[in-house]
């Protein structure tokens, strides 16, 4: 078994190679990583609703998942499924869909999103070191 850690710039994300599509289930899992907050944030959904996200967390959509990874949004949520059942998974993850309207869902059905937890963010994360001020 590989043993320790390597650097992963967030800036990788952005690499046109790196989101060649269809991305690996490999792929989506570190895409997932480096999605995630690294510190507590809010941010805002349709309509101005801010969803509170602790680091580990991020906050986005099945069809956005879909379109950044080149696969049908079924195929998104099957995988998300897989991370979720499998909590020894390094990559396990939790997840909540955030509704328009919580108290009245019939009136308002539309998902604003899915809230994501990586539960093991704070083990993939920590690395142990400093790096230098130019590297970070």
């Known amino acids: 078994m590989t043993r320790g ?58 069809g956005w998942l879909a379109d950044r990874w080149g696969w049908h949004r079924n195929k998104v949520r099957r995988f998300l499924d897989l991370l979720a059942e499998n ?20 009136e308002n059905p539309e998902a604003l999103g899915i809230k994501i937890t990586l539960l093991n963010y704070e083990i993939l994360h920590d690395t142990g070191l400093s790096l230098p001020e130019d590297m970070q």
Do not use: C, M, Y
């Not at 690996?24 to 997932?32: C, H, I, N, S, W």
């Not at 609703?49 to 099945?62: A, D, E, M, V, Y």
């Open 87 to 106: 909590k020894e998974n390094l990559f396990a993850i939790e997840r909540e869909i955030i509704n328009a309207s919580k108290w009245n869902p019939k």
């Open 5 to 62: 850690w390597f650097p992963f710039r967030r800036s990788v994300l952005k690499d046109p190679h790196w989101l060649e599509k269809p991305v690996t289930r490999g792929q989506a899992k570190v895409d997932l990583f480096g999605l995630a907050k690294h510190e507590n944030r809010e941010v805002s959904a349709k309509g101005g609703k801010i969803i509170h996200l602790r680091r580990g967390q991020l906050f986005t959509s099945f």
